[in-house]
T-cell receptor, first 115, second 115 residues
Framework: DTGVSQNPRHKITKRGQNVTFRCDPISEHNRLYWYRQTLGQGPEFLTYFQNEAQLEKSRLLSDRFSAERPKGSFSTLEIQRTEQGDSAMYLC?????????????FGSGTRLTVV | AQKITQTQPGMFVQEKEAVTLDCTYDTSDQSYGLFWYKQPSSGEMIFLIY??????QNATEGRYSLNFQKARKSANLVISASQLGDSAMYFC????????????FGTGTSLTVIP
């Protein structure tokens, strides 16, 4: 098991472009979470999935953001019409619904820079 | 609402000395967990230690211990015998347990270990 994998590790994009990030969770985990971490802040919750169902969304997830987990395995987070304020680290995490309390595992993140 | 406060933006410690990183919290949950994570420059969130709200003894994990004072709503991390590899950002976080889906993080403390 290689843990939670996120791609790409870094992304530089021009303002107004669309970007998509991918997260591959630990294979036996059925829950997947997205967080955003801006400079000087801790991670902030965006959304989570249980299997393929998106069960919770934060107010931070504006209508330019969309997340999917079509087959209950990997997930994608898309940002449309990027703005400079979207520059941040996007972290993914996964866990097993009935698993141990400490089984919530984070990936290494995708660092987005909007120029 | 849940809130985590870390008032030390940066800390320095001499190698082999002990250091305490402060964390206070606020929550209306009856059952919650307090977590500390380490985030090196590579970005991944590394779990260090956990304290449950109903645990009577302070948690310890190797060189890490958590000084939990429930009445004061504080959960300070103590790192003993600091090593150069301990230089990183440290985040205090809280989650309702056992069913909470999202973490609430503080703003972090940057620790620098001086040789």
């Amino acid at each position: 098991d290689t843990g939670v994998s996120q791609n790409p590790r870094h992304k530089i994009t021009k303002r107004g472009q669309n970007v998509t990030f991918r997260c591959d969770p630990i294979s036996e985990h059925n829950r997947l979470y997205w967080y955003r971490q801006t400079l000087g802040q801790g991670p902030e919750f965006l959304t989570y999935f249980q299997n393929e169902a998106q069960l919770e969304k934060s107010r931070l997830l504006s209508d330019r953001f969309s997340a999917e987990r079509p087959k209950g395995s990997f997930s994608t987070l898309e940002i449309q019409r990027t703005e400079q304020g979207d520059s941040a680290m996007y972290l993914c995490a996964s866990s097993w619904e009935a698993g141990p309390l400490l089984g919530y595992t984070f990936g290494s993140g995708t660092r987005l820079t909007v120029v | 609402a849940q809130k985590i406060t870390q008032t030390q933006p940066g800390m320095f410690v001499q190698e082999k000395e002990a250091v305490t990183l402060d964390c206070t919290y606020d929550t209306s949950d009856q059952s919650y967990g307090l977590f500390w994570y380490k985030q090196p420059s590579s970005g991944e969130m590394i779990f260090l230690i956990y304290q449950g709200s109903y645990d009577e003894q302070n948690a310890t994990e190797g060189r890490y211990s958590l000084n939990f004072q429930k009445a004061r709503k504080s959960a300070n991390l103590v790192i003993s015998a600091s090593q150069l590899g301990d230089s990183a950002m440290y985040f205090c976080a809280m989650r309702e347990v056992p069913t909470g889906n999202q973490f609430y993080f503080g703003t972090g403390t940057s620790l620098t270990v001086i040789p």
